[in-house]
């Protein structure tokens, strides 16, 4: 049974910065591809960033110098290391998982199979 949990959200003001995890469990955690992506009150959920099984990577535009994924395939834990956080970066926060080393469209939540629960990042102004 594919497990996601996710950790490390909490309030911080902007300009301050955040280490998301996602610890995984139940797969072959480095075989598969896996992202964030957040939904912010009132807005759709959004992909910001992705990691293939090779360590190829993706980024929204928005996120792009700011935030960096990674992974510990020998922790099946997946990170997000959020800098210079802004207000509109508010939102909860999930990874997700698709089940192949490639995914056509790394930032669309269409194309993952499995989720995390969430968990929420706050940043002041």
């Known amino acids: 049974q594919v497990q996601m949990v996710e950790s490390g959200g909490g309030s911080v003001q902007a300009g301050g910065s955040l280490r998301l995890s996602c610890a995984a469990s139940g797969y072959t955690f480095s075989t598969y591809c896996m992202g964030w992506f957040r939904q912010a009150p009132g807005k759709e959920r959004e992909g910001v960033a992705a990691?293939?099984?090779?360590?190829?990577?993706t980024y929204a535009d928005s996120v792009k110098g700011r935030f960096t994924i990674s992974k510990d395939n020998a922790k099946n834990t997946l990170y997000l290391q959020m800098n210079s956080l802004k207000p509109e970066d508010t939102a909860m926060y999930y990874c997700?998982?698709?089940?192949?080393?490639?995914?056509?469209?790394?930032?669309?939540?269409?194309?993952?199979?499995?989720w995390g629960q969430g968990t929420q990042v706050t940043v002041s102004s």
């Open positions: 997700a998982a698709y089940p192949s080393s490639y995914v056509a469209s790394p930032l669309e939540q269409y194309e993952y199979n499995y």
């Open positions: 990691i293939e099984s090779d360590g190829g990577t």
